[in-house]
């Protein structure tokens, strides 16, 4: 430990930390625009500049390491002068355009050129003028004149999200921030430079120009999208959402957000919201009132009950519905005598169900990702479907960790892999007994009988044996489940499989949940199996259609596994309720729509991966007539008069869901009483593999305008190896015709040697496939 | 693509670096490239960068910052005449000028017939030699006077 004096005042600081860090703990504040704790030192604005004992001139405080016995001077007569006279350089060049500029009220260099800046410039010749650049339709560069060049924008790229995009090309008085041959920026985390930009120079697409910082009211929230749980800032002006700003948790999401939790508001305010109940009869839709519309749905569920039996009600509701909207619906379906009710419409194995210890969770908290030192990544499109979480190990790869890879597709994860296998689904169980294997001869260990078979079966390949090798060297190990793994048929031997490698290596294993409430739909209770009671689970209620089905944020044909099969159940159903914050296709096949609120509009609770129970309030009031879901479902119950439905507000909900114990004793990843295959299903001989693109996951981003004119939201394509192509005679970039069962659709197909043989990735959740069928399978490629 | 001569010396500098250092030779990849076609561009570029395994602004960061890569064409010699406050005190303004006036053609430009391209440079270190300039970034010639400059030119024009 080294000690050293700042303005007089003592501390006691690890070696080779900086003078402002040692500052920032003292509570005193040295002025900066190109420091941020969480990006390297550039040390090129200068701004820090401190006076330091026995230094001859200043120093910036930003990469001055400390030294024992340093006195250091921050507002000496000798550091303030160094500091005015690099704001006075800092101004020379920028444009004196504060009244007209997006970032006035909330910009850096407004804040210290009060502090540190003459009142009028000495500066009279022409200032320099950069262009403006078109990066996209997130992140505006129109005005870079008021760049000072601070590099945190390159920085970010580079250091968190893993790509150069943004580059400083040129130099001295020429330098500028721009992107190679005017390219955009593609990154799944480009707000956060917005965030990062001390000046006007990188500022809000969307936002630009709508309101001023001092107009807002913040409200805190909760994201609604991927399972990390981000901690939101709401800015809400005249009871309207006008943007979505990061709250710092360092355990969760840092000071970070990704461009979905950011960007995804203006889904909130889209045309298609739902603003009044809606009745169809005759073939027509009818506003209603709310009563009317409720005794509509209570008298309609109770003949149902009476004619066809409560079985034949059916329950779903995505994920991304709070912890209260899940507990109260499937407390309303039991209510009524039935146990069909899933949150995990895309997932198609359910054999795991009753047979696990808990809730699957992450096995860790979010923090502790970039301890790891070795991972096992299976089936996870890690970067778009977690964004910030794949940032995370992207900084544990940094620090030496190694990440191994078994996957279907082979998407640049912007990190380094230390192993990979990629592998048509039908292979991935098979890869993951080569590694127990490999694991169980390193370990000299006698492998448990449930996997005994599967595992002697398989013959090494060398991978598997790197990747067990890998695994074995490590002292921190995860095995992380992603969402494709969670969705394919074979789910819960993947499970049982990486059950036993993290058993043999001292690993904790566990899943990268889907959605918001992954983990909070386990714990309403939204599921089929509750005590010894089964009901029918999110695929069987589909393949047996039921007579009436209550949909709770449900795009039946972009949230479910297999969309052709879903749509023709909810067409041969005698009632579709929909809770929908949206007008969507339900329109064609429901009776009912019960417009609710998304986040932003009632209170709610998301347990996210790891466990954390996060409630938050309204930020704004609903939009038209609509009204918190877990309302509506409270006076269904109410009318059905079924018992247990007089909560007065949401955290009575919450806390009858959750019960008196802790979250953590009701998570539990572990497998009992399940036997690993060694056969695989049989195939065709193309099989689809998809992925749901990271602006189609829920009802809220599919409708974010700005988010989708980004690339990652262009239209899906199909994408087969060129061998493949060959084979049936195809060229890249000609349409083609998919078929599963008997819905098709037509795509451009591509070329993508990454890809193994004998699969053809087809996105889900977009409407082009819609008509398609389950999201792994069989399926047939002909030219259109 | 790169072409085999730049992809071979290319490598005979990646020698000199660790396996994981790759891009410490874009300097000398981008040099060569200029060497073969006396311009770099950004097809280049995304070559370089492809090759030595950087991302493309990368490459370009450094292609920019660096006043000896040439990022249009600049004829087939390229004379750049130093600026700087050695050359300036004994008169590379007018030395400037003269070759402007005998050219036709002012800084950052190229003769019609595509001979000659014209750029203000940096210092040289051979402040003893000023006024000067350099021929292709290769060639120093310094002392200059009118009578040299029309020498040195007329020669030039034979090749």
């Known amino acids: 430990m080294i000690n050293i004096e700042i303005d007089g005042k003592h501390i006691e600081v690890e070696n080779g930390c900086s003078v402002i860090d040692a500052a920032d703990r003292l509570g005193i504040y040295i002025p900066h625009f190109c420091y941020h704790k969480k990006l390297s030192i550039a040390a090129n604005c200068r701004m820090c500049l401190v006076q330091i004992e026995k230094a001859p001139k200043p120093l910036p405080a930003c990469a001055t390491p400390v030294a024992e016995g340093m006195k250091v001077f921050t507002a000496s007569e000798q550091a303030v002068k160094a500091q005015k006279g690099v704001m006075e350089f800092l101004l020379i060049n920028h444009p004196l355009d504060c009244p007209i500029c997006d970032q006035g009220g909330e910009c850096e260099l407004q804040d210290l050129a009060v502090g540190y800046g003459g009142s009028a410039s000495r500066y009279s010749e022409e200032k320099r003028v950069v262009l403006h650049k078109d990066i996209g339709p997130l992140v505006a560069a129109e005005e870079m004149s008021r760049c000072i060049n601070c590099t945190r924008c390159v920085r970010f790229g580079t250091e968190i999200g893993g790509a150069t995009e943004l580059g400083q090309a040129f130099r001295g008085e020429h330098a500028e921030i721009m992107a190679f041959m005017s390219d955009t920026v593609d990154s799944e985390l480009s707000g956060n430079m917005i965030d990062l930009c001390p000046v006007g120079a990188l500022t809000s697409k969307p936002f630009r120009y709508s309101a001023r910082t001092w107009e807002l009211s913040r409200r805190k929230s909760i994201s609604p999208h991927d399972s990390l749980g981000s901690n939101l800032a709401v800015q809400v002006k005249n009871n309207h959402v006008m943007r979505v700003l990061p709250i710092e948790n360092e355990d969760i999401n840092e000071c970070w957000l990704s461009d979905k939790d950011r960007f995804s508001y203006e889904g909130l305010n889209s045309t298609e919201r739902l603003t009044k109940p809606m009745i169809k009869q005759g073939g027509k839709w009818l506003e209603v009132e709310w009563q009317v519309a409720l005794e509509y749905v209570t008298n309609g569920l109770r003949q149902i009950v009476h004619k066809a039996g409560a079985e034949h009600i059916g329950a779903l509701a995505t994920p991304h519905s709070t912890l209260e909207e899940l507990y109260l619906l499937q407390k309303l379906v039991r209510g009524l005598g039935s146990h069909n009710v899933d949150f995990r419409l895309r997932q198609s194995d359910f054999s795991a169900d009753s047979k696990q210890t808990g809730a699957p969770w992450l096995g860790m908290a979010v923090a502790d990702i970039n301890h790891v030192d070795r991972f096992l990544l299976v089936g996870s499109f890690l970067r778009k479907d977690h964004p910030l979480l794949a940032s995370r190990v992207r900084q544990a790869t940094k620090k030496g960790a190694q990440v191994n890879l078994i996957h279907a597709t082979d998407d640049d994860l912007l990190m380094p892999l230390a192993n990979k296998e990629i592998v048509p689904p039908t292979e991935m169980t098979t890869v993951l007994a080569q590694v127990l294997k490999a694991l169980a001869i390193t370990k000299q260990a006698t492998l448990d009988t449930s996997v005994q078979e599967a595992v002697q079966s398989v013959t090494l390949s060398a991978s598997a044996q790197a990747m067990a090798d890998s695994l074995a060297s490590g002292e921190r190990v995860a095995i992380l489940l992603g969402n494709f793994a969670q969705q394919h048929p074979q789910a819960s031997q993947l499970q049982l499989l990486a059950q036993h490698i993290a058993a043999l290596c001292g690993a904790t294993f566990g899943f990268l949940g889907e959605a918001a409430n992954s983990v909070g739909g386990y714990l309403a209770q939204a599921v089929p199996f509750v005590g010894t009671a089964h009901g029918m689970n999110a695929s069987t209620m589909l393949a047996a259609p039921r007579k009436a089905y209550i949909l709770l944020n449900v795009e039946a044909e972009l949230d479910t596994h297999n969309p052709q099969q879903a749509l023709a159940a909810m067409n041969a159903a005698d009632m579709v309720v929909a809770l929908s914050a949206y007008k969507h296709h339900a329109t064609e096949y429901a009776d009912v729509l019960l417009p609710i609120a998304p986040f932003t509009e009632t209170s709610g609770t998301f347990v996210s991966s790891e466990g954390r129970a996060q409630s938050f309030k309204g930020t704004v009031q609903p939009s038209g007539e609509a009204r918190p879901a877990w309302k509506v479902l409270r006076v269904l119950g109410n009318m059905l008069n079924i018992s247990g439905f007089d909560y007065n507000n949401s955290e009575t909900v919450r806390d009858e869901a959750l019960g008196s114990a802790d979250v953590s004793a009701k998570l539990g990843n572990i497998l009992h009483g399940m036997t690993a295959q060694a056969t695989t299903w049989n195939v065709a001989e193309l099989q689809r593999v998809s992925d749901v693109p990271i602006y189609a996951a829920d009802a809220i981003v599919r409708r974010a305008a700005s988010l989708q004119k980004t690339r990652d939201a262009a239209t899906p394509r199909a994408l087969m190896h060129s061998v493949e192509l060959t084979k049936l005679n195809l060229k890249p970039g000609e349409m083609v015709k998919l078929t599963q069962g008997h819905g098709s659709a037509r795509l451009t197909i591509i070329a993508d040697d990454s890809l193994p043989h004998g699969i053809v990735r087809v996105a889900a959740g977009h409407a082009i496939t819609a008509e398609l069928g389950a999201m792994f399978g069989d399926i047939m490629v002909d030219r259109a | ?159």
């Open chain 2, 1 to 159: 693509m790169l072409s085999e001569q730049v992809r071979e010396k290319t490598d005979r500098e990646l020698k000199k670096y660790p396996p994981d250092r790759k891009q410490s030779a874009v300097m000398s990849a981008l040099r060569f490239i200029q060497d073969e076609k006396g311009w770099i561009n950004t097809e280049d570029m995304a070559d370089v960068a492809a090759y030595l395994d950087m991302p493309q602004m990368s490459v370009y960061e450094v292609a920019t910052f660096y006043n000896m890569y040439n990022l249009k064409p600049m004829g087939r010699h390229t004379l750049t005449v130093c600026t700087n406050l050695s050359c300036q005190l004994v008169g590379a303004t007018e030395t400037l000028n003269y070759i402007k006036n005998k050219l036709g053609i002012g800084v950052g430009e190229v003769t019609a017939d595509g001979k000659f391209g014209l750029r203000e440079g940096e210092c040289q270190n051979v402040c003893d030699e000023a006024p000067l300039f350099m021929i292709n970034n290769k060639k120093t010639c310094g002392h200059l006077t009118k009578e040299k400059i029309d020498q040195i030119l007329a020669e030039l024009d034979k090749e």
